[in-house]
Structure formats: C-alpha cells, structure tokens
Nanobody, 123 residues
C-alpha cells in the first residue's frame, strides 16, 4: 500500500515562499503520476499541479501558473511544490496524490493521498 507524507507547510506573509515536500513509500515511485491538490475551509478540493513519471510534463491550474513549480526526484521518491509570490487565497490544506495511467486533474481519479499540510498566507 502506497504511503504519502507531506511536509513543509506553515505560516507565511503575502509575497513569501514555501516549498512543500511529499515523501512516497511502499511502491514504485517512478510508476506514478504525482499531483498536488488543495482545499480551503468550506470549499471543494481543487487541482493545483501534476507531473508525469519522468518529470518532463507538468500541468498547472491557471490560478498558480507562473508562481508554483512542481518537481520530482525519483531517486529520493519525493515530489515537491515550490510556491512563490503567495497570496491570501492560496491559504488551504495541501494534499499530495498519486495515480497510475494518464494525466488527470480530477481528484476522484487519484488512488492514494497524503494527510495534508496546512499553508496559511497572512496579509
């Protein structure tokens, strides 16, 4: 059973940066597409970014394009989300997810999830 564990969340001021990490275990990391989703209180979980097996193909939600960067290190079984120029509307719990197969931005299609890490952007 694949296990995912996020880290790196915290409190940051508007315009600041954070880097989230997601450690993958109990599976073959390079066989999975990885993604980040987020969920703010009272809102649905939304897609943030995804990356393919090799790390060459990356996909972003329009709301984070140009500010966030997803990457992966297959040697370390870890996926990252570098978040720059943070805004108050980026405040949410951020979740790491894994799936096999083709690209998807739909949360229901992801097989495995982490417990989430909270990001709070203060103004």
């Amino acid at each position: 059973q694949v296990q995912l564990e996020e880290s790196g969340g915290g409190l940051v001021q508007v315009g600041g940066s954070l880097r989230l990490s997601c450690a993958f275990s109990e599976g073959t990391f390079s066989s999975y597409r990885m993604a980040w989703f987020r969920q703010a209180p009272g809102k649905e979980r939304e897609f943030v970014a995804a990356i393919n097996y090799s790390g060459i193909m990356r996909y972003y939600a329009d709301s984070v394009k140009g500010r966030f960067t997803i990457s992966r290190d297959n040697a370390k079984n870890t996926v990252y989300l570098q978040m720059n120029s943070l805004k108050p509307e980026d405040t949410a719990a951020y979740y790491c997810a894994a799936r096999r197969g083709y690209y998807s931005s739909t949360s229901l299609t992801y097989e495995y999830w982490g417990q989430g890490t909270q990001v709070t952007v203060s103004s």
